[in-house]
């Protein structure tokens, strides 16, 4: 879950703008609406890679380009989203380019920063849930050098997210991950899954297989079952660790 941040001087335009936020984005949790200087670097501090920062330039007693020096000396980078009406502090602030997800000029719809941060947390959730993914296939004797790990990562990956794509693997899922790999041929992607599900249930120990996937002694694991049962059983972890998580 994404922690969101608001450097801006005005207190009811950050309120305003949070609850919009947070009305079309239950995934984010607010952890500061700062306006004083102690307030801003204890919470500049405090920021971690996965949060998001809605930085206003035009500061009163730190202004944001300060704030976005402070934390290139952190070594780790927020999400940091520039807002401001300022032409020259928005030239001013290009330079820092590489460290800054977005720039907008005030005034600005709140519906440009939900896209933004709809774009943000979308990545977010698709890498803890590699994560996630990448830790239970440890269960598994599969090599992760292989392009076959990489698209089954993908597909459960994917499943996560939704489902349905389970439903018709070739036009659903198979397309999906063709389009994140350059449009790898739809076909080339099937065989290489079915051939690492067969490379995994040859390896693993065929106790923890059949258990595992609910399977007599030598009855053959399909990709759909492989990529199937691991969501399943992964699902009610990530939801639970997520609600856990949100009340930290």
Known sequence: MNRLAILEDNLEFSKSLFNYIIRR??????????IRGEEII??????????????????PEINGIEVIERLKKKGHMPYIIVMSGN???????????????????????????IDLIEEITKGSEQKCYQEYV????????????????????????????DEVLLKDMKNGLYKKISAKNNNVKI??????????????????D?????VYFRVESGERITPKLFIGTVVERLKPKIEEDLRTKSFL
């Open 134 to 161: 990448k830790e239970e296939l440890r269960k598994f004797e599969m090599n992760i050098t292989t392009i076959g790990y990489s698209y089954v990562v993908d597909a459960i990956t994917f499943c996560l997210e």
């Open 206 to 210: 065929s106790d923890v297989a059949r």
């Open 187 to 204: 076909s080339n992607i099937k065989w290489i899954i079915e051939k690492s599900t067969r490379s995994m249930q040859r390896f693993t």
């Open 25 to 34: 984005n239950k995934k984010i949790r607010l952890l500061s609406l700062a």
């Open 42 to 59: 204890e919470l500049v501090d405090s920021l971690e890679e996965n949060d998001i920062l809605l930085l206003d330039l035009g500061l």
């Open 87 to 113: 032409v020259d502090l928005i030239e001013k602030v290009k330079e820092y380019t590489p460290y800054i997800y977005a720039i907008i000029k005030k005034p600005f719809a709140f519906s440009k920063v």
